[in-house]
T-cell receptor, first 115, second 114 residues
Framework: DTEVTQTPKHLVMGMTNKKSLKCEQH?????MYWYKQKAKKPPELMFV???????INESVPSRFSPECPNSSLLNLHLHALQPEDSALYLC??????????????FGPGTRLLVL | AQSVTQPDIHITVSEGASLELRCNYS??????LFWYVQSPGQGLQLLLK??????LVQGIKGFEAEFKRSQSSFNLRKPSVHWSDAAEYFC????????????FGAGTRLFVKA
């Protein structure tokens, strides 16, 4: 199983809503990532978790709150978002070997629209 | 600072013609390089990667790329393009800085004409 799954596929939310994005992998990977991709732009790294610990936060606003409850699951909690946060949110995973450079496997993404 | 440049925003080729997508990187240490493809509204699929060894790497779907250290380049090639190759292509460089970090180029949109 080399699949990363993300739910939901699409999400529409108001600026006062609280919602969560979910990402799951069953490849035994110990590193997981959140990326944000605006239309016609490359993905931009938001967060990296390594062995369930947050290792990189790319100065992301606090209205985005990541959570890694176990090695297979990664959540992104959303609260008080702005319309400019509308984007495709991609999750990825990799083996997580310390000091190594690895192949990342990407999920299909969640298309988020903030009204 | 690390960066990846894809000089072509979009490229149009005829079906059956050859393809070369350009990628230049800036990175002080040994680069770890990737090419990904993304169809509209979809996630990224890895085409190929270069970590070390043979500088000509083969990937999926008939793609190959050549690492040229002297030119800081990692260009993607395909000898004969199919209509299904129309997509966005991203070159990326990766580094391990206490967590694995990937920087993507701006992307090149490939159009294929019949």
């Amino acid at each position: 199983d080399t699949e990363v799954t993300q739910t939901p596929k699409h999400l529409v939310m108001g600026m006062t809503n609280k919602k969560s994005l979910k990402c799951e992998q069953h490849m035994g990977h110990r590193a997981m990532y959140w990326y944000k991709q605006k239309a016609k732009k490359p993905p931009e790294l938001m967060f990296v978790y390594s062995y369930e610990k947050l290792s990189i936060n790319e100065s992301v606003p606090s209205r985005f709150s990541p959570e890694c409850p176990n090695s297979s699951l990664l959540n992104l909690h959303l609260h008080a978002l702005q319309p400019e946060d509308s984007a495709l949110y991609l999750c990825a995973s990799s083996q997580g070997r310390a000091g190594g450079v690895e192949t990342q496997y990407f999920g299909p993404g969640t298309r988020l629209l903030v009204l | 600072a690390q960066s990846v440049t894809q000089p072509d925003i979009h490229i149009t080729v005829s079906e059956g013609a050859s393809l070369e997508l350009r990628c230049n990187y800036s990175y002080g240490a040994t680069p770890y390089l990737f090419w990904y493809v993304q169809s509209p509204g979809q996630g990224l699929q890895l085409l190929l990667k270069y970590f070390s060894g043979d500088t000509l790497v083969q990937g999926i779907k008939g793609f190959e790329a050549e690492f040229k250290r002297s030119q800081s380049s990692f260009n993607l090639r395909k000898p004969s393009v199919h209509w299904s190759d129309a997509a966005e292509y991203f070159c990326a460089v990766a580094m391990n800085t206490g967590g694995f970090k990937t920087i993507f180029g701006a992307g090149t949109r490939l159009f294929v004409k019949a």
